[in-house]
Nanobody, 116 residues
Framework: QVQLEESGGGLVQPGGSLRVSCVTS????????MVWVRQAPGKGLEWVSS????????YYADSVKGRFTASRDNAKSTLYLQMNNLKPGDTAVHYC?????????WGQGTQVTVSS
């Protein structure tokens, strides 16, 4: 079965960096676009980034463009999100997402907190 497991979140000061990861299994990772989505406290889901199957095309929300970089290692079936120049507004649970045959799959999420 499809499994997605995020890790790498934590507490960081404004201007700092974090890299979150999403280890996947149960599907052919290199055949699917992958997505990062986040949910800030008391708010709805916000799309952050998408990455195509070979990692050469990436797409970002305006709120993170120029600061976040999505990448993937198809040999390890792992998705990454490098987050630089973090801001308090980036505080959220970050999820990786797979859409496969009309079904959404989610990990448990990893908390990113940006605070001084």
């Amino acid at each position: 079965q499809v499994q997605l497991e995020e890790s790498g979140g934590g507490l960081v000061q404004p201007g700092g960096s974090l890299r979150v990861s999403c280890v996947t299994s149960g599907f052919t990772f290199n055949s699917y676009y992958m997505v990062w989505v986040r949910q800030a406290p008391g708010k709805g889901l916000e799309w952050v980034s998408s990455i195509n199957t070979n990692g050469l095309s990436t797409y970002y929300a305006d709120s993170v463009k120029g600061r976040f970089t999505a990448s993937r290692d198809n040999a390890k079936s792992t998705l990454y999100l490098q987050m630089n120049n973090l801001k308090p507004g980036d505080t959220a649970v970050h999820y990786c997402n797979l859409q496969k045959y009309g079904t959404d799959y989610w990990g448990q999420g990893t908390q990113v907190t940006v605070s001084s």
